[in-house]
């Protein structure tokens, strides 16, 4: 019987690649979001003081009131480092665009398609002599653009969606310095992955360099590829891909080549490295010196229209369609004298409006979009079966997985509009994950607060309890 051929990258070519590694992996999107949320309106504070603040904030999230003030330590560090939410000003801390962005819009996967259209290896997400390392062996690698490039590669030799593991990632590339260094094309990776898993050949994860000094042993074959599976778990919260099966097959979201192609196409790199690769001799300080200019970089894109959510083309069409036929049925027009298709969340409470007084009211040609320059305190304005009106305000939430989080925000002059309108003002508060979508309505969030149902911070966040309102499923249009 022939002995089991195994496939190891030469040790000339093998160098890991490694980043900040969160310890709350699986609760990421709601995490972020409740520090995003907290720390949005924070002020401009020497680090000390900010830490202390941002230290409050994070002992506040689920159990961690009984965790140790390392675990909190740990925490900041990370959110800070791997996901930007904090930047520099000399000895004073403020947050970041980024943080503020999560906590306006609540799109998780516009956040995470930000995250991964900046990052590459080396960046200011490890420390110093990390980057100098990555810096010595010749690292420059862009994982987010590789990955789509191999998965486009690997469908166009095979005729049919081309999927990748973690370990095929990590053993083929990730860990390979004839790609992250040396440039091998994402079709050559790809038909070295189809070549292995026809010929049936396994990973040997021993690799000497990665000993564990004090115990001598190997890392587990879990821990080797779980950097490659990080940023793949990260582009499938991106909704760049899909993944399928127990042991995790990643490919392509082809229902949003929108952003795929945008990450292909305006590829950006961070150069302030750059000239360290022909330097002999690499310092700490020079390094750390960049790192302010490194999250300045990260933050400085915005308004990418492309990772914001957008309805797909049969539910703008039907959305579309179904409101053209109240407002030409009660109107007699088929002009329809809003735009109907825009912010995601509003679009969706707009029909769920149509669908929701379908057959009680006569009123439907009423039910309008607000146009967001006007600032009047809402996004809708509907109708009551009753011929009252009903100011909506739309705050919506939408992630990969169900989360639990009941805290959103209000600008000043939404909440003054809600103490104005009282009784028909009401906040949808939409949550859209892969499964499902739901509304928690509440009325009149003004008399909510002085009855205690819900809490409203110095900066307008809003934290809701099931006493405020009640949860509904969000009305479609079914084809």
């Known amino acids: ?11 000339k070519y093998f160098f890991r690649l490694h980043h900040v590694r969160p310890r709350f992996k699986n609760d990421v999107e709601e995490v972020l ?35 140790t003030q390392k675990t909190i330590d740990n925490w900041r560090t990370e959110i800070s480092a791997l ?17 503020i962005r999560l906590a306006n819009n609540q799109y998780l996967d516009e956040f995470f ?36 490039q191999l998965l486009i590669e690997g469908e166009k030799l095979i005729g049919k969606p081309f999927s990748v593991t973690a370990e095929e ?5 990730y860990f390979d310095l004839r790609v992250t260094r040396d440039g091998k094309h994402p079709k050559d990776v790809a038909k070295m992955i189809l070549k292995h898993r026809s010929e049936k050949i396994e990973y040997d994860h021993k690799y000497e360099q990665l000993i564990n000094e004090k115990t001598g042993e190997y ?34 979201n082809d229902e949003n080549k929108e952003a795929i192609n945008y990450h292909l196409n305006n590829s950006k790199w961070f150069n302030r490295y750059d000239k360290f690769y022909k330097q002999k001799e690499i310092t700490n300080p020079e390094i750390a010196e960049i790192e302010e200019t490194w999250f300045t970089y990260v933050n400085s894109f915005d308004s990418i229209e492309a990772f914001a959510p957008h309805l797909d083309k049969a539910e703008a069409e039907n959305i579309s369609s179904l409101i ?58 509907s109708v009551e079966i009753e011929k009252k009106k009903r100011y ?54 003004a008399k909510q607060h002085s009855q205690g149902n819900l809490k409203i911070d110095k900066n307008l966040v809003v934290e809701f309890s099931k006493t405020s309102g009640q949860w509904q499923k969000l009305l479609e249009v079914r084809n």
């Open 1 to 11: 019987m022939s002995k089991q051929v195994k496939y190891k990258i030469p040790d």
């Open 33 to 67: 979001l409740y520090v995003a949320t907290s720390i949005s309106e924070m002020n401009v504070l020497p680090e000390k003081e900010f830490n202390s603040e941002l230290n409050k904030v994070l002992f506040g999230f689920k159990k961690n009131s009984t965790s």
């Open 83 to 99: 996901f930007a939410f904090i930047q520099e000003k000399g000895n004073y801390l403020q947050p970041s665009k980024t943080a």
């Open 113 to 148: 398609n930000y995250f991964l259209y900046s990052f590459q290896y080396p960046g200011g997400h490890i420390k110093s002599q990390n980057v100098i390392k990555q810096i010595e062996a010749g690292v420059k690698f862009k994982p987010c653009n590789f990955i789509l």
């Open 169 to 173: 990632l990590t053993q083929c590339a």
């Open 219 to 252: 890392p587990s074959n879990g821990d080797v590829c779980r950097y490659a599976g990080d940023i793949l778990d990260y582009m499938v919260l991106a909704n760049l891909l899909q993944d399928k099966g127990t042991g995790y097959y990643y490919y392509l």
């Open 324 to 381: 053209q036929e109240y407002y030409s049925r009660m109107t007699g027009d088929r002009k329809v004298p809003t735009k109907i298709i825009g912010d995601y969340g509003e679009s969706l409470i707009l029909a769920h409006e149509y669908l929701r007084t379908k057959d009680k009211s006569k009123r439907q040609h009423l039910i309008n979009k607000i146009p967001t320059p006007l600032g009047v305190g809402y996004d809708i304005q």
């Open 392 to 445: 909506i305000e739309v705050k919506t939430t939408k992630s990969r997985k169900a989360i639990n989080n009941n805290r959103f925000k209000l600008t000043p002059n939404e909440w003054d509009t809600a103490e104005t309108m009282g009784e028909n003002y009401f906040i949808y508060y939409l949550v859209v994950n892969d499964k499902e979508k739901n509304i928690f309505v509440i009325q009149n969030p």
